[in-house]
């Protein structure tokens, strides 16, 4: 690709940015494309609907387009010799290994390479907490920590995998990850606007606001900073992807897969190839906020948009695929059919083993493909047939967990398991969709097992 290559100026695709924008309510969206030496980058609507305007160079929370950051300086730092990937994430965190009696779950001890490409073991996790302190990752780990697959036999995506990777880098260079970003990254690259932490953007970045009022969140804090917490502009983050266009030992590195899933996934990126054309992309979505990033390695071309909105990272995708259609068709998931997996028709009784103790479950699928669950003898509740890339079945209710976490922040219920003749093992997930009373909400994910009894 040369510096002559057809890429639209922000300018040709601002009226159909400001259609977006209109269209689907957002209070801001600022974007950036980067190629070569040049970094267009423009902000649409407020950034504060008290009347700051957005700009290219306004800070944005990044939500889980945090995760290619954090993996970026993983690959750096190990091609330095300062930390090793293959290396157990329990060699400097003997708690992970502290004994739990009676625990459930599979066996193992996930390396730092499994925590970036999600094949560490263990389920799908988030938590939120606003303007008060959060859980934190070590009582996050003990709690919710189990391993629900063997480590390194399949894709899960899994915020804890990332949120360990903070307090193990501390230990394993004597450096907080804050510091270690800045170090090796953010300052080598002259990522002005970057920063990492609960509001460490300060005063200048762009306000979260919730969806339908749009109300602006208070301070967000999480357990899983690692995963979710880094800041950047439109403008720096397009210039931070196109570090891997430039073909470095380390960003190849990162477009090494795991274990097969529905996507391929290296560490700390969707790798795909529409059009015969490899695509490094990553999104972002969680309160307040939504954010994409494509990088076109082979073609020297990143492009990035981040939007202050919950519920906004799909039009994130889209700004990006408009900066990027002459080069590429898509940048979102491939479109595939999952592959079929056995049904499980007939009634099914077990446990959920939370951190308070272990709760009864009951479970029916019937063959005209209806549901229910029970929870603790409460009745039956009927529940919804849905997939999910890493199990065979899952079935969501809005059925309660009673556990003292669930009951703040996780009112419904999804149990995503495998099948295994007479036998079914898998996650519970308390979980929280959407932003009802205008917080998002937890998914705090639990071993749960069943066998048959009709």
Not at 65 to 75: F, G, R
Not at 266 to 286: I, K, Y
Not at 322 to 342: D, F, K, Q
Request: hydrophobic share 40%.
């Amino acid at each position: 690709m040369t510096d002559t290559t057809p890429i639209p100026s922000l300018d040709q695709v601002a009226g159909r940015i400001e259609e977006l924008m209109t269209r689907h309510r957002l209070p801001s969206i600022a974007l950036a494309i980067a190629h070569g030496d040049r970094v267009e980058a423009r902000g649409f609507g407020l950034a504060d609907l008290q009347g700051r305007p957005a700009s290219g160079h306004t800070p944005y929370l990044l939500a889980s387009v945090t995760k290619p950051v954090v993996a970026t300086l993983c690959v750096m730092l190990a091609e330095q010799g300062l930390i090793d990937l293959d290396e157990p994430l329990a060699d400097r965190l003997p708690w992970l290994d502290a004994d739990r009696p009676g625990r459930p779950g599979r066996r193992g001890r996930p390396s730092v390479r499994q925590a970036l490409n999600h094949t560490a073991g263990f389920g799908r996790y988030w938590d939120f907490a606003y303007d008060e302190a959060p859980l934190g990752i070590e009582a996050a780990l003990d709690r919710y920590g189990v391993l629900i697959h063997e480590p390194g036999t399949r894709f899960e995506y899994a915020n804890l995998g990332y949120g360990v990777l903070e307090p193990w880098l501390a230990a394993a260079t004597g450096r907080p990850l804050g510091d270690l970003l800045e170090r090796y990254l953010f300052a080598p690259l002259k990522l002005t606007s970057a920063a990492f932490g609960p509001g460490a953007a300060g005063a200048q970045a762009a306000v979260p606001y919730t969806a339908e009022r749009h109300l602006p969140y208070p301070t967000i804090t999480t357990s899983h900073p690692a995963a979710s917490m880094a800041w950047m502009s439109a403008a720096d983050l397009a210039r931070f992807g196109l570090t891997h266009a430039h073909a470095p030992a380390w960003a190849a590195a990162v477009r090494t897969p795991g274990v097969g899933s529905g996507e391929v996934y290296g560490l700390g990126w969707n790798v795909r190839h529409p059009d015969g054309v490899e695509v490094l992309a990553h999104a972002g979505d969680m309160c307040g906020v939504g954010a994409s990033l494509a990088v076109l390695p082979d073609l020297g071309v990143s492009a990035a948009a981040v939007v202050n909105r919950t519920g906004s990272v799909a039009q994130a995708r889209t700004a990006c695929e408009i900066l990027l259609e002459s080069l590429v068709s898509r940048i979102g998931p491939e479109e595939s059919a999952p592959s079929p997996a056995p049904m499980p028709v007939g009634e099914w009784a077990g446990r959920v083993a939370a951190p308070s103790g272990a709760i009864p479950v009951r479970m029916g699928i019937c063959g005209d493909a209806t549901a229910w669950v029970e929870v603790a003898g409460t009745g039956r509740t009927p529940a919804r047939l849905e997939s999910d890339e890493a199990y065979d079945v899952m079935i969501a209710a809005e059925a309660q967990l009673p556990t003292p976490d669930a009951l703040r922040a996780s009112p419904w219920l999804e149990l995503a398991l495998d099948v295994g003749g007479e036998r079914l093992t898998g996650s519970a997930r308390a979980v929280k969709h959407g932003e009802s009373g205008d917080r998002v909400g937890n998914c705090l994910t639990h071993w749960c097992e069943l066998e048959r009894v009709r």
